[in-house]
């Protein structure tokens, strides 16, 4: 298992394909397997590999809190699609010693054992409170105005890349294209989102990440459901 070298466009197009119907590198929730692959790209993958720059986008608005995300950081060799092998971490002995020096998370204390288990204890107790009282979910229609640069962007890759933004709790509706003016048109798209896990402002933050096609966007209406 692998992604190959990550650090290089071949590497990088493997992760976007593996990315194409998943949203976390496992699971369905961000763990330590997004961290560990998230810290061995060198930067954002470029626009038109979509599902990549979504997750990565995703990912890096957990900055602050990789350290308290579920799961154990393994080797990148235990993730991705069988059959590839990982060399992004094939580098010189020395790089490797200079390597064990760094704190992949961004902290220089180690989390300690104790902590874990507050953290384990509590979570247990916030998932047990949940399933014993079913709440109603509140849920929100959302129209969305995405705009592009000019009249040459591409509005099917554009729409495609809007897609492939994937969260627990949103649901993606029909969409159509408006003229907006000097042969320029916007995308309308519509959206069903869980309240207490999609807001407007997330959803912007991921949308204009696709930098390359959308200029900006708006909401057009918005209605509890």
Not at 16 to 31: C, Q, R, T
Not at 42 to 47: D, H, K, R, T
Not at 165 to 185: R, T
Request: net charge negative.
């Amino acid at each position: 298992m692998g992604f190959g070298d990550l650090k290089t466009p071949a590497g990088l197009k493997v992760l976007n394909e593996f990315l194409a119907d998943k949203s976390y590198i496992e699971g369905y929730v961000p763990s330590q397997a997004d961290v560990a692959v998230f810290d061995a790209l060198s930067g954002a993958p470029s626009a038109d590999l979509c599902h990549a720059l979504r997750w990565y986008n995703h990912i890096k608005s957990y900055q602050k809190e990789k350290g308290s995300l579920p799961g154990v950081k393994k080797p990148l060799g235990q993730y991705g699609p069988a059959g590839v092998q990982d060399t992004t971490a094939a580098a010189p002995a020395a790089a490797d010693e200079d390597d064990d020096d760094i704190d992949l998370f961004g902290s220089d204390e180690e989390e300690d054992e104790e902590s874990k288990k507050i953290k384990e204890e509590r979570l247990a107790a916030y998932n047990a409170k949940k399933a014993k009282k079913p709440a109603l979910i509140a849920k929100s229609s959302i129209l969305l105005d995405v705009k592009p640069w000019d009249d040459e962007t591409d509005m099917a890759k554009l729409e495609e890349c809007v897609r492939t933004i994937q969260l627990d709790g949103l649901v993606w509706g029909q969409s159509k294209l408006l003229p907006v003016g000097y042969g320029i048109k916007k995308l309308q798209i519509a959206c069903v989102v869980e309240d207490d896990k999609v807001g407007t402002d997330q959803l912007e933050e991921l949308i204009t990440a696709f930098e390359d096609y959308v200029q900006s966007m708006d909401v057009a209406a918005f209605n509890k459901i």
